[in-house]
């Protein structure tokens, strides 16, 4: 309830900041929390590629459909039309309650067709896109086990003997597949570790390239470019070079903040943004199954 009371003020605060204020926002989000959010960037690149506003849209006719329902059944949690003084809802067993608000949801959505298009065009966009952020991380998981073949053998070479004493007689067996397995795990888990590196260093740039052209754009929309000394006769962004200026220096900040903190998200951020953390974690695990 706390999250959903969070991103609903959210929400009505980005529908009145300009866009140029939203893309300063973002891009400084993009910035420091980037390589925290690698797979989730690499998604919405991906959708991006496959047409933003198809899926803008239809998740516009999802959202519209489920605020609708939600609005019935906040009506209908407050029926007593027994006038018993308890409400309808509350009286009812799990199973009739879950009937009840079936057929609320059935008798509230009036373009079930629209509703089902939507969310199949959503459903086939998602399947895309987790193809193509599988065909990607392959190869960083490829690369990290091919290192791993190239190493194997020195290491088993020096660490075999003294695992197969030390585990005994019974169990010496598993010396060389319990080398193996720790070797693949830390390449892996490095692969991931230095694909967070990268998507932490591009989001970074990218972030700083929406941050600068939002701030000068905000400048120019107000009026307030031509108070400053060095734009008096106007800002022109291809001929001017303090856009790039600062959009790369707020990407060097961003990037050696989440290099520095290991990609890890600091209090108060963690918490905040702990609902898309769960959509990240869900995408590397699809990804994990996938790999």
Known sequence: AIYIALYTLLYKLYLRLPTNAIAMVFGCALCFFGGTYFASVAAIEAFRLFGWESLTANLAVVAEQAHLVAKASDEDDKLDEDADGVADVDALATRELLKRKTLLAMTTI????????AWSQLWTAYVAVLATLH???????AL???????????ILRLLLQPLMEALGPATKHWGKTIIEVTLNTIAI???WYFQAVISGFYSAIRGGKLFAEGFFALLV??????????????????QSYMDELIGYSLAASGFLF???????????FDLLLFPLTLVEYFL???LYLTT
């Open 135 to 141: 065909l990607e991380f392959a190869r960083t998981t």
């Open 258 to 268: 989440q290099l520095t903190r290991g990609f890890v998200l600091p209090f108060p």
């Open 189 to 191: 888990l490095l692969a």
């Open 221 to 238: 929309q107000f009026g307030l470019i031509q108070r400053l000394p060095c734009f008096k006769e106007g800002f022109d962004p291809d």
């Open 284 to 286: 590397r695990w699809q």
């Open 144 to 154: 990290a086990l091919a290192i791993v073949e190239m190493v194997k053998f020195p």
């Open 110 to 117: 009036k373009e079930p067709e629209r509703l089902l298009e």
